[in-house]
């Protein structure tokens, strides 16, 4: 019966043509340094999964925020460990997305045909620097707080648009109520919509051209 469902679904799906197209593709010779953008998408899902989980308890408002994430930690059955998974693994993210485009840029792997693919490949190491900067004021302690006090005057020395960029970033002259809500769209809505889509069409263009070999004496 599953042989008849399956064969009924290819017919109309693909189904073979997909799996052929993706998963049983020719790949170069490769080693351990080819599977960090795997890697990068498996911290990406763990992120999500765990960032799911923790936004059914956190509260995003000056008077509740940090009690909200202490309950987590202490009052939540196993809460300690999803919060640990989710705030490692934003670093973890962070140095293997770098690490990853620093041995795409060693290897020359960015020149044609791959341009596109690097250039979404920054976007996306952006994104995750920019989803590390707006979940570290989340906690709502004094070393977040004057962490992202610091970082959105760094963002506001910008010539010509640094005030723009401040006000834009705070919802105001200081942080606020406003600076959190802000912060916490940005980092469970906005953000992760901007990943996903960059992640879709870099995983697109990779399945396009292909995965570059490691460059040899002759190249």
Do not use: C
Request: a neutral charge; hydrophobic letters at 50%; aromatic letters at 16%.
């Amino acid at each position: 019966m599953w042989k008849k469902v399956y064969e009924w679904l290819d017919e109309r799906l693909g189904l073979n043509d997909m799996y052929t197209n993706l998963l049983d593709r020719p790949e170069p010779k490769g080693n351990w340094w080819n599977t960090l953008g795997s890697a990068s998408l498996f911290l990406f899902v763990l992120q999500g999964l765990t960032g799911i989980f923790l936004t059914v308890y956190y509260t995003p408002s000056p008077d509740h925020a940090y009690d909200s994430v202490q309950y987590i930690m202490e009052g939540v059955a196993f809460g300690w460990l999803i919060r640990g998974i989710h705030h490692w693994g934003a670093t973890l993210m962070v140095i293997v997305v770098f690490i990853h485009l620093l041995r795409v840029f060693i290897t020359a792997s960015f020149k044609f045909p791959r341009e596109l693919t690097w250039l979404i490949g920054i976007g996306l190491f952006l994104a995750t620097l920019g989803m590390g900067f707006t979940g570290y004021l989340l906690p709502w302690n004094q070393k977040a707080y004057w962490a992202t006090t610091v970082g959105t005057q760094i963002a506001g020395s910008v010539p010509f648009i640094g005030e723009f960029i401040l006000k834009a970033l705070r919802g105001g002259p200081d942080l606020s109520a406003l600076t959190l809500q802000r912060f916490f769209s940005a980092h469970i809505w906005i953000i992760p919509a901007v990943l996903a889509g960059l992640i879709g069409v870099h995983l697109f263009l990779i399945i396009k051209h292909g995965e570059s070999h490691f460059p040899t004496k002759e190249d």
